[in-house]
């Protein structure tokens, strides 16, 4: 689901991307082509891929224009 155009969510995660910050490094689209999209608008869909592959991607943005946080506590801790 996407939000406006640099703002992505799923039901457990939100995914932020800052263009100012990317350095176009590819990182994100080599790692997880699926996901990260460079010929397809949206360019990420968070339905792609499990959310533990997606923010182990984010985590290796080399500029931190990719960031993510978790929509709801409960989704940390389901049977909490
Ligand atoms: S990994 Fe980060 S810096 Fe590299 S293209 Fe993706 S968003 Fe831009």
Do not use: E, G, Q, Y
């Given at each position: 689901m996407e939000n406006n155009k640099n703002t992505f969510e799923n039901n457990e995660i939100t995914v932020t991307f800052a263009p100012k910050k990317c350095?176009?490094?590819?990182t994100c689209a080599k790692g997880l082509s699926d996901v990260f999209?460079?010929?397809?608008?949206?360019?990420?869909?968070?339905?792609?891929?499990s959310n533990e592959k997606i923010i182990s991607q984010i985590k290796k943005c080399p500029s931190g224009a990719l960031e993510f946080c978790y929509n709801k506590i409960e989704s940390l801790f389901p049977n909490y």
């Open positions: 350095i176009h490094a590819d999209r460079t010929t397809v608008l949206p360019w990420i869909d968070l339905d792609a891929a």
